[in-house]
């Protein structure tokens, strides 16, 4: 009798078994996403990994750089400043390319394309690009043809200048491949499915990375350049900038770092502010916040050292808000970038002091100050044809603090223009300000044979270490 006690049970069990799983799947929270979701959410990650700041030895690679270009020092700690840190990527592989990838193999699982998804697919490649190539301006060679196979957990590094040179050419074709005469997304975070916006976005990032190369690769570099001048950003209504809200999770990543963690670390740095200061930049008072206890008084730090948060300007209230814009490229960079190609005498482009003046100015009205720009550069010191220096420096110098809020960017252009002069803080991990971010400790460990290849192949792991486009 036991026996058939028991044959029943079994049967009862194995009969039962197709409910059982049932219960296991959670019908509260949704299994699949469409293809926007998945976008949007890369361009939200997108934002906070850019515009973040952090105070320690470990960070993203994006929002680190800040501290390298010395418009902001961390005063209480240091590690950051004085290059002991560890630059992760795992935000940039998982929460952006990984959720871009996502995006478009939702697309091109459906049965038959549209103009729309095929719309779809350029914007998510012109995302896709610039978020490789700040990676490749970064670290030089990186995990890339292999790195989003998630069977493969190894992934060989490729070439710098050959990712590079891919970049290019998938960021024309998708460039080409969008038709403004038909719908992209209902909506995005960037530009709202506008199709036009994000062709000129697309051809400003040609325009940006083919500068970027003219002194490794003038060939590649001028057909690149020559290719996307006709569609190039024209006012600040063509900016690639993500916009946030006022409530949590949608909030600017750096009014949390600040505002919400109540960060008392950061303030503005000696050189930095100094030579606002001896402009009398109108700017200041948009960056930084006056002395606590003065009228009219910015001071900044010098980088690397741990001093008294009060004593220095902090922060300016903009950057307090929780719906500051972060931006991703914007038009006082595109006219830097024409009057630099205008100097080089690449493809027509002529003039380069009025894009200079075009750039300022253009800055100057982004943050609110356009009546105050002719005054500025009417000043001799800043005046195109008096100003000091190469054309190199008048731009390098003048970039420098256009871009401010935008670390990576002022970091990359730093090292391939030279300008500003900038010296290691005392007691620095090197004795100079780094051209380059260390492979993540994790790579030494968990893919060690390709990471020891890589750093052969350019020159050593080394902050020191020139990248391919960084041309003496």
Known sequence: MKNYYIIILMALFFSCSGDLE????????????PAETFFNNAVKNLSDTMSGITYGANGNPFNTTRLLVQQISSVTYNEGTTYYSNFTWNEVYMDILNNLRQSAEVIQSAESLTPANENQLAIIEIVQVYTWSKLVESFGHIPYSQALDVDNISPEYDDQEAIYTDLLSRLTTAINALDASQPSWGQDLLYNGDVSSWSSFGSSLLFQMGMRIIESNPTLATDAITTALPNIFT??????QIEHLESQPNTAELWTDLAVGNRRDFVGTDVFIDYMNELEDPRRS????????????YRGS??????????FSRFGTLFYQPTTPVILLDYATIEFLLAEAAERGIAGVTDAEAHYNAAIQANFDYYGLGDSAAAYLADPDVAYTTAPGTWEEKIGMQKW??????????????RR???PTLEAPP???VPTVPVRLTYPISEQTLNRANYESAAAAIGGDLLTTSLFWDVD
């Not at 049932?22 to 299994?31: G, R, S």
Request: charged share 20%; no cysteine; hydrophobic share 45%.
């Open 286 to 297: 948009v960056f930084f916040q006056e002395v606590d206890g003065t009228e009219g008084v």
């Open 235 to 240: 006012s600040n209504a063509d900016i690639a």
């Open 401 to 414: 603090v256009a871009l401010f809020n935008q670390g990576l960017e002022a970091w990359t252009e730093y």
């Open 417 to 419: 223009l030279d300008y």
């Open 302 to 311: 010098e980088s690397g050292l741990v001093v008294a948060y009060f004593d």
């Open 22 to 33: 049932d219960m296991n799947v959670d019908v509260k929270n949704a299994t699949e996403a």
């Open 427 to 429: 007691q620095s991990f």
